[in-house]
């Protein structure tokens, strides 16, 4: 990197002590305050931090911390990497981790979806990841069309290279004004929020359903003329596997890219239609996903699939994701859902022969309106015992009432876990209630 003005490194130290100052008094990571008392002594600081760097931007609903988390492991292969790994994902957050490694030249920034215009045009950041949009807790998210419509603003006019899930309309949509995109086809389980045709508001005819929650019935194809599958794939794989999320709208010319990743199944399939098996510790589909979407874009910073997977090998929790928290003999893996399709995620991983554990709060980072709740279907947890805690578990359990699903109501998650067997116990929380999970238990590993 160039030299900072010194106004800049003024600033940057200025933060970072601030940073310290609260870890110090245990006021958290201290990644939001350092960054923002950054920004008040530089407006501009972010600019000029970003600057000489080989930066990505990692935005989506759902995964973004993971895939962050993801394509750091894969680019230490290259060299120091800078980034944002408590998840502070506005651009105070984006100041701290890029303050905090001054000399990085890679830098890997998780970005929330509303600030990612704003990033992307004050950090001119040369590779750019957009993965899902779906509606978040709703008062919070807007409308997630107007945010592809602002996204696709942002990328018009510039140089920035993206890696984009084709499967998902609204994403295809939001980077189609990009100079470059690589088409990655990961699938898109959440379909609820793209029916319509970003570009015309007609049907969008889909393939198929690539993921059916198990205990429930396959949802009927859609009817109408079906895309067919493009020509110059590259291996029979790929062309089964993506064919099955294939999308095109009936009234107008959108749709879905031609992709050159796909996963399919356990496996990736690289753009010379090479599979690799993706032999990761995180579990689930919705990590192989972000993982054929961490290789892509390591690819785009060149490194090659044979260097960058074994990092990803070494990823085996994110931000507590998925860690065990144990207390007399129990043995709790966290699991985090914080709306419609990540609940769908959880469910993917859940060990059906384990009890099942959900805690849902309503807090600021929550959102205040649990209505998202009716959003998801809960059948696939008949069967098992289901233990509901956290400040709104009378919310959830009248959603699962009449999903006809069995329950019993705790006071608390230590009375959640308490109440099980010595053993294992899955737990899914959306966000402060995990966050009260791991505080209480620990936040190691
Ligand atoms: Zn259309």
């Not at 590259?234 to 009936?250: K, M, Q, T």
């Not at 709790?332 to 009890?355: C, H, I, M, T, Y």
């Not at 006809?404 to 109501?409: D, H, S, T």
């Amino acid at each position: 990197m160039t030299q900072l003005p010194l106004r800049a490194q003024l600033a940057s130290a200025l933060g970072r002590t601030a940073a310290t100052l609260s870890r110090a008094t245990g006021r958290g990571d201290g990644s939001v305050i350092g960054g923002r008392v950054g920004l008040a002594l530089e407006p501009d600081l972010l600019r000029k931090l970003a600057q000489d760097r080989k930066l990505a931007l990692v935005s989506a609903t759902n995964g973004k911390t993971t895939t962050t988390r993801l394509i750091t492991s894969a680019l230490q292969e290259l060299g120091d990497v800078a980034t944002n790994a408590f998840g502070a994902n506005m651009p105070a957050g984006h100041v701290s981790a890029l303050s905090s490694a001054k000399h990085a030249p890679y830098g890997v920034l998780e970005v929330d979806e509303k600030y990612l215009p704003e990033v992307i045009d004050t950090t001119g950041a040369g590779v750019i990841v957009m993965m899902n949009l779906s509606r978040d807790q709703m008062d919070r998210a807007g409308e997630i069309w107007l945010l592809a419509q602002k996204w696709r603003r942002a990328l018009a006019g510039r140089p920035a290279h993206v890696i984009a899930n084709a499967d998902d309309p609204l994403v295809a949509w939001g980077a189609s004004t990009a100079a470059s995109v690589t088409w990655v086809s990961v699938g898109q389980p959440w379909k609820e929020d793209s029916w319509c045709c970003p570009e015309c508001g007609g049907p969008l005819d889909r393939k198929g359903m690539d993921y059916t929650p198990p205990g429930t019935a396959a949802p009927a194809a859609v009817s109408g003329p079906v895309p067919g599958t493009a020509s110059g794939a590259v291996s029979g794989a790929l062309v089964s596997r993506s064919a099955e999320n294939d999308w095109a709208c009936r009234e107008c010319t959108f749709r879905r890219p031609e992709p050159t990743w796909s996963l399919d199944d356990d496996a990736v399939i690289d753009p010379r239609g090479q599979r690799w098996v993706l032999d990761i510790q995180l579990p689930g589909r919705a990590n192989r996903s972000n993982a054929v979407i961490a290789l892509a874009t390591a690819e785009t910073f060149g490194l090659p699939v044979q260097r960058a997977l074994p990092r990803l090998r070494e990823v085996t929790s994110v931000a507590g994701r998925y860690t065990t928290v144990q207390r007399d003999g129990r043995h709790a893996r966290l699991l985090l859902a914080k709306n419609p399709a990540g609940w769908l995620e959880a469910f993917d991983v859940l060990d059906r022969s384990l009890p099942v554990i959900l805690s849902v709060n309503a807090q600021g980072p929550d959102g205040r309106d649990t209505s998202w709740l009716w959003d998801v279907d809960y059948r696939v947890l008949r069967g098992r015992p289901v233990y509901v805690t956290g400040e709104r578990k009378l919310d959830l359990a009248l959603r699962l009432d009449v999903a006809g699903v069995p329950f019993q109501l705790t006071g608390s998650f230590a009375e959640a876990l308490a109440a099980q067997p010595p053993g294992k116990v899955d737990v899914i929380a959306n966000y402060t209630a995990f966050q009260q999970i791991r505080s209480e238990f620990g936040r190691a590993v």
